[in-house]
Structures are given as C-alpha cells and as structure tokens.
C-alpha cells in the first residue's frame, strides 16, 4: 500500500512507527481532504483494509484530521 499511496494525487508523505510489543501506527499526509478522501476510496486501498479485519488485526483504528497549526524547526537549518 505504501507504494500506491506514492502514486496518489496529493500525497505528501508517511511515516510508519513500531513499538517493541510490536503495535504499528501509520501516518500519512495528504495536500487536502480531496485527496485524503479518494484514498480512502481507491478500491486497492478498500480491499487492503477489508483483508486487514479479516485476515491480520485484531484492533483496528483510525482517526483524521486536519492541522490547524504546525511549527517545525532543525538543527542543520540552524548552522
């Protein structure tokens, strides 16, 4: 899925975190809602998440939102 979301108008980025008991969160970011919104209905993205209930997680979740404010700062940028 990884690679298909790449393909998608709008996308921006994602980032995957795993924690040691082995809990898998994913956050990928889209320029708007459109685009949000026809990830979520591209039929391999649709099917990906059907097999994920039926065949892999045994808790499922997501949440969406948007951002009202971000700051980011570096250190490279600094120097």
Not at 1 to 14: D, F, I, K, N
Not at 30 to 41: E, I, K, L, M, P
Request: no cysteine.
């Amino acid at each position: 899925m990884s690679e298909l979301a790449r393909t998608m108008p709008g996308y921006v980025e994602h980032k995957v975190f795993t924690a040691p008991d082995g809990e898998r969160v994913t956050l990928v970011t889209f320029a708007d809602r459109a685009s949000h919104d026809a990830w979520g209905r591209h039929p391999e993205h649709r099917a990906a998440q059907r097999a994920g209930l039926s065949d892999y997680y045994e808790e499922y979740s997501i949440a969406v939102a948007e951002v009202d404010r971000a700051s980011s700062w570096s250190r490279s940028a600094q120097e």
